[in-house]
């Protein structure tokens, strides 16, 4: 699926903007403030109908009006075409695909997938792991039907479980029933990211040796479950949480499960947090961030890419290389303040807003 058009009402600093994207490679180019990161925002926006920038919807809203809204006509590159619309309000958002109201913003991931790679994710690696579960969270819920469902019934049972143990005098038989609940859905979902993650140590090799200069950088994930995924794993964990039970009425939280996994990523044989360079997290990270484009089986499923001020903070080869990967992607937007390749199609945004196509492909 690829944006053919973008319309943005009212959104950031614009008042009223189409363009018109083809697929493969779009530099969008212009001075800091321009407006650049605005429209990959707004593209980004319709895969989760949540920014990259912000949780805070009403930021999207031009300052002093009192409504935005984003159109876009997807298609697969062929005849059949989709128009997507949200439209921003002080109370909130309304979601349409082709004039019918989204009855849950789940259904999106059907509807167009965006990968963003930013700035500040060199921090991936450093950041708590909350930003590492964030990515496991999203990459499986985009690649599979039922991980999305397994983890928001894992998060009611997890609130359901905290309420109780707020209680002065908590009911341990009503917390023994929802833990052997989330033992359930905690083994689902544990294994997806087992998965995921074998899966990504089988595809990052070669993605990486496109981005590396030198390619000689060996790449591993460690998946750090609170249980291992084994043949036994409900009864592991259910004593694992019984063994927290203590601390949990103290904390009166649940402190073991799911919601308190890890990853840890060794490059060259090295935790990366600890041993890499800014640029080696940079790179590592972004090919974490690409991987799901080829674990996503459907080709027509593939994700749009979105990175975000990514070339200046890359050396000369690193950039070149990373065009040449991203050039035969099915659909690629990036900023930049300048670029002078030739491979793309370039849009020049300019702080009067005026937007002007360079070059067609
Ligand atoms: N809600 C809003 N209303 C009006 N203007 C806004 C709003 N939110 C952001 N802006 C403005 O949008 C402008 C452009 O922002 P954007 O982040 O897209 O710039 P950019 O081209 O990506 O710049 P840089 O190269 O520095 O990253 C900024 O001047 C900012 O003040
Ligand atoms: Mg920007």
New binding site residues.
Partial sequence: MIVKTITLHKF??YDDLTLEFPSGLNIIV?P???????IVEAIQYLSLARSFRTSNDQ?????GEDGASIKAILSDDGPFKKTLQIDFVTSGKKISLNGTPLKKISELKDVVNVLVFEPKDVLFFNDSPRIRRRYLDTSLSKLTSNYLDYFSRYEKLLDERNRLLKFTHPDLLAIEVITKQMVTFAKQISLYRKNFIDSLNETLPSLMANLEVKAKGELKIEYLPFVEVSKDYEQKAIEAYKKSLDNDLRYRTTGVGIQREDIVTYFRGKPIDRFGSQGQKRLVALALKLAPYYLTENKEKRPIVVLD?VLSELDGDHQQRLITLLKNWTQVFI?A?TFNGRDANVYE?TPTQKIVRRNFL
């Fill in positions: 950031r600093n212009g800091n403030g321009a407006g650049k990161t605005n930021e999207l809203i031009k300052e001020d900023t303040t945004v």
